[in-house]
């Protein structure tokens, strides 16, 4: 396959993926980055191991409509010849002509048991914090589709982590995101042999 990753942010989980690809654990092609922030870890880590990049940002096209801006992510998906859209880090929606030009070939890696923890804020420390101030005792990670709603996509890997009563939001980020690098290339190469399917109506 032909992946193109988006992200924001650090880029570990994109580190994680590479990794994965130089020890031959995943066989697909990282070909592409796509970030919103073109001075983000992730456009370094890009440049280390030379995959292109394509900034886009809505402060360097303010003047296009919803469905221009989706064509841009559009174009240079189809120029890549993507199959499978990663999102890791991603602070951005995902346009709905992306979605459905990309349906059930959009995944994303959510630092929480969804659907508990979801939706338009939690992201980031804001997730962790709201698990320690709930008590809940097992937190965790889910890999899912990207839909057009927040962390509501179909569920496709989950993974539990156990909620230490000493732990506050920065130890427990810290834990998952260590599960959260073996689980997505793990995903990855279910869809490569085909164990989930890419592509499909829900
Ligand atoms: C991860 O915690 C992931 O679950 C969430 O964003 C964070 C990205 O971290 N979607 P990184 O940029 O991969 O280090």
Do not use: W
């Amino acid at each position: 396959m032909n992946i193109c990753i988006f992200a924001s942010g650090t880029g570990s989980n994109f580190q994680a993926i590479l990794n994965a690809k130089s020890k031959r654990e995943i066989q697909s092609r990282i070909c592409l980055l796509i970030t919103n922030n073109s001075k983000c870890g992730a456009v370094e880590i890009a440049k280390n191991y030379s995959v292109d990049v394509v900034h886009i940002s809505r402060k360097l096209y303010p003047d296009l409509d919803p469905v221009q801006y989706s064509n841009l992510f559009i174009s240079a998906l189809k120029k890549y010849e993507i199959d499978l859209i990663v999102l890791a880090g991603y602070m951005k929606k995902i346009g709905k002509e992306v979605v459905q030009e990309y349906y059930n070939r959009i995944i994303n890696i959510h630092p929480a048991l969804l659907p508990s923890f979801g939706g338009e804020n939690m992201f980031g420390l804001n997730v962790h914090r709201a698990v320690i101030e709930s008590g809940v005792k097992v937190s965790g990670l889910t890999i899912h589709f990207v839909n057009q709603d927040y962390d509501q996509g179909k569920i496709i890997f989950q993974k539990c982590v156990e909620v230490s009563d000493d732990d506050d939001a920065f130890s427990l980020q810290k834990k998952i995101l260590i599960y959260e690098h073996e689980s997505y290339p793990e995903v990855i190469k279910r869809i490569e042999n085909g164990l989930i399917k890419i592509g499909e109506k829900q």
